[in-house]
């Protein structure tokens, strides 16, 4: 996304934000339409509950509307939504006592497929069977890593993004995601030695 475009989204989100605070129930709403989707995706990597899924994402919106009046427009308003969903998420997970997390794969982007290419069953199967190692190696690591690992892998976010979204300096970022990179390389390596002989 170019800057001009990326300006014009935030301008956007910025008039939204300024017409919710004034009564504009309508404005709310194209904000929800805005980044459901997102939040969605975003809450599918921690959880394949359909119906925890939704209650996270609705929980979200609803905390957002509540403290729309301390957004300050420093970031997107998006970076601003993905903290609170991401602190609503990480609370589940606590309420939960910490039980094992699993994360799945966002489907829609696994139904973006080109109609074109039909993987054969062999290919599928593989995919499926990757994906469900990196899951399943992502349930192992503590919350700080796994949260930075997804923003930036899954959802492909910018250092600074993660920064503001998570209320810590770039520097504690890449530190985070050094650490997890290499949790996650060694708890693979325990999990599937053969992964260490390619």
């Not at 919350?143 to 770039?170: H, K, P």
Request: charged letters at 25%; aromatic letters at 10%.
């Amino acid at each position: 996304m170019g800057i001009v475009a990326m300006n014009s989204v935030r301008a956007l989100d910025t008039k939204l934000v300024q017409l919710t605070l004034s009564g504009d129930q309508a404005a709310f709403e194209e904000l929800v339409e805005r980044y459901q989707s997102r939040l969605f995706a975003l809450t599918r990597h921690y959880t394949r509950n359909a119906v925890e899924i939704e209650d996270i994402v609705q929980d979200t919106f609803l905390k957002a509307y509540r403290r729309l009046d301390s957004f300050d427009h420093r970031s997107s308003f998006y970076t601003w939504i993905y903290r609170i969903a991401t602190n609503t998420i990480l609370d589940v997970l606590k309420r939960r006592g910490r039980s094992p997390v699993q994360p799945v794969e966002d489907p829609e982007l696994v139904g973006d497929a080109s109609p074109v290419e039909c993987p054969t069953p062999s290919a599928q199967l593989e995919a499926q069977e990757i994906t469900d190692i990196t899951h399943e190696v992502l349930e192992h690591l503590p919350d700080i890593f796994r949260c930075v690992l997804v923003m930036r892998e899954f959802n492909d976010m910018a250092y600074q993004e993660i920064a503001d979204t998570l209320g810590i300096s770039i520097g504690t970022v890449e530190s985070r995601l050094f650490r997890a990179r290499a949790r996650f390389k060694d708890k693979l390596l325990s999990l599937y030695p053969e992964f260490g002989e390619c």
